[in-house]
T-cell receptor, first 115, second 113 residues
């Protein structure tokens, strides 16, 4: 019954590494989102995409990029990981205007630690 | 998005109804009330949403006051698996559709045997 799958639950990377976080949804949703969640800061939007090959910056895009080559897959890339990117990363999807009816479906999250 | 205020924590006995309040006195006419929950170390889960009418689904009921300045999420028969942080969010649909999902501090609900 898994609908949004994130490739890793826990990840440890070294400073300066290029990091790929993968997200796949099987609901044929148009919209996909990447957030990070930090204690005391809530959920912050990094990037979102409303169609294949389309992307929009969220509130904190610096240090990140994204790729959406297929409708079901939305990848978050940390170009050169830094310790301040240690966080819980959450992927979500919604169906076009479906957010107004069904909300977002989230993945289980990837807890990334950069050392 | 309108600011929301929730109690930081609540306890509930297993099998009893859990009533989680949320104040949103600055809500605008085009803003909806959404509820999500997050079980420890997992992604948030959508529960229910409404504009001004009361809503019910298989998970919960949402009661919105007539002036829309507050709402209550009701879990009719709480189980141990309902232990989670519950977030009340107020947002317009336009902002919601571009990912503007603002989570406040939420209410940590502990369901006890």
């Amino acid at each position: 019954d898994v609908k949004v799958t994130q490739s890793s639950r826990y990840l440890v990377k070294r400073t300066g590494e290029k990091v790929f976080l993968e997200c796949v949804q099987d609901m044929d949703h148009e919209n996909m989102f990447w957030y990070r969640q930090d204690p005391g800061l809530g959920l912050r939007l990094i990037y979102f995409s409303y169609d294949v090959k389309m992307k929009e910056k969220g509130d904190i895009p610096e240090g990140y990029s994204v790729s959406r080559e297929k409708k079901e897959r939305f990848s978050l890339i940390l170009e050169s990981a830094s310790t301040n990117q240690t966080s819980m990363y959450l992927c979500a999807s919604s169906s076009g205007q479906g957010a107004r009816h069904y909300g977002y479906t989230f993945g289980s999250g990837t807890r990334l630690t950069v050392v | 998005d309108a600011k929301t205020t929730q109690p930081p924590s609540m306890d509930c006995a297993e099998g009893r109804a859990a009533n989680l309040p949320c104040n949103h006195s600055t809500i605008s006419g085009n803003e909806y009330v959404y509820w999500y929950r997050q079980i420890h170390s997992q992604g948030p889960q959508y529960i229910i949403h409404g504009l001004k009418n009361n809503e019910t689904n298989e998970m919960a009921s949402l009661i919105i006051t007539e002036d829309r300045k507050s709402s209550t999420l009701i879990l009719p028969h709480a189980t141990l698996r309902d232990t989670a942080v519950y977030y009340c969010i107020v947002s317009s649909l336009i902002r919601l559709e571009v990912g503007k999902l603002i989570f406040g501090q939420g209410t940590e609900l502990s369901v006890k045997p």
